[in-house]
Every structure is written in C-alpha cells, then in structure tokens.
C-alpha cells in the first residue's frame, strides 16, 4: 500500500455547489424558501437569495479555516474518469482518502463573510434545473487555485502509472466540482508518493 497525494492546480475557476441546498430542512434552504415563495421580489430580496445561494453552495469544515471540499469529491471524480478506460471499479476499490475535507488553496481572505463582502468569490447565472431557468449564485474561485489530497492507494489493485493518466486526464475530460458541463474546474494534475 502506497500513501500518496493527489494535487490539483486549477486552470480554469472552480465552482462549488454543496448538495445541502437541496435539503429542505437545511436552515440555509429554509430562508431562501420564505423569499423564493414571494410572488414579487424587491431588489433586496434578490440580493438575499444570492447571499443564501451562496452560502449554501460553500462546504466547511470545524476543523479548517475558510473552504474546503471534501476529499471524495477527488476519488469520486477520478472514478468517473477511470470508467472511460473501464477502471472506475479498480480506482474505486484502490483508493481511501485519509482526510473528510481538505482546505481549497487559492489568493484571499479565508473568512466567508470577507469573501462575500470581497465580490471577488460569487457567480450569478442563468440555470437550468428541471424545466425553466434560474438564476443562481455560486461560490466561484479565480485560478490560481489548488487542492492536495491524501490517500492510501492499493497498487496491486491498479497500477500507479495508471492512476497518474488518470489524475492527468481527469483535469482535462472531467474537471473537478460544479460547471464541468461549460468548461469549469479545469486543471493540471499530479501524483507524488510520500
């Protein structure tokens, strides 16, 4: 068993989009539900939906300052890469990631009330979810950006060259996070032993 890191160093911005947005329990969806359910917006209210939708869309974690995506997202990506060449079972089955959420590494503050207040972290756009369009408003990182992720790798399960392609291609096919459909989380990827 190897220990490895998987580095990814963004050429293309990164958005992000927690799934907790969707829960309708989630104190974040139940705010912005009191807005959206107004059948006339001020522009105020416009304004605090893009703030929920913001929010919502940040993951973090009580033991690292600022944002963070969790460490799946990188295996879960890779996967998804790997079934290209009919290896998602085998990239699954040889990876664990040590850490829950890993820090995102970019240029600005780490406080998320800084960021937003910033203007340089948010993305508003036309969505479409369903049926009809939206707008939405994501967490956004400019490059440079960067994210290091370690794992413990079965080699005897596939072969660390293998798992480099991958890495290399996943910036390329796959991308990493929210809006890979229109060209978003790009990246150049890296594999080091430890």
């Given at each position: ?48 939906m893009?703030?929920?939708q913001?929010y ?14 969790p ?44 960021m ?13 979810p ?24 079965r ?40």
């Open positions: 068993m190897l220990n490895l890191t998987v580095v990814l160093t963004g050429t293309t911005p990164l958005f992000l989009n927690n799934d907790q947005g969707a829960d309708p329990d989630f104190h974040l969806t139940r705010e912005l539900s009191k807005i959206t359910e107004k059948r006339k917006k001020t522009e105020e209210d416009r304004k605090q893009a703030l929920l913001w919502s869309s940040l993951y973090n974690s009580p033991d690292i300052e600022g944002p963070v995506v460490a799946n997202n990188v295996r879960k990506m890779l996967i998804e890469t790997g079934k290209i060449r009919k290896l998602g079972k085998d990239v699954g089955r040889s990876m664990m990631m040590v850490d829950e959420y890993v820090p995102i590494v970019f240029d600005g503050p780490r406080d998320f009330d800084k937003w207040s910033s203007g340089n972290f948010r993305d508003s756009r036309i969505t479409r369903q049926r009809g369009r939206v707008m939405k408003t994501r967490c956004r990182f400019n490059t440079p950006w960067s994210v290091s992720v370690d794992c413990l790798f080699d005897d399960i596939l072969d660390f060259d293998r798992l480099e392609d991958l890495v290399t291609d996943a910036g390329f096919v796959e991308g990493f996070c929210d809006a890979r459909n229109i060209g978003f989380g790009r990246f150049e990827g890296s594999v080091k032993k430890n």
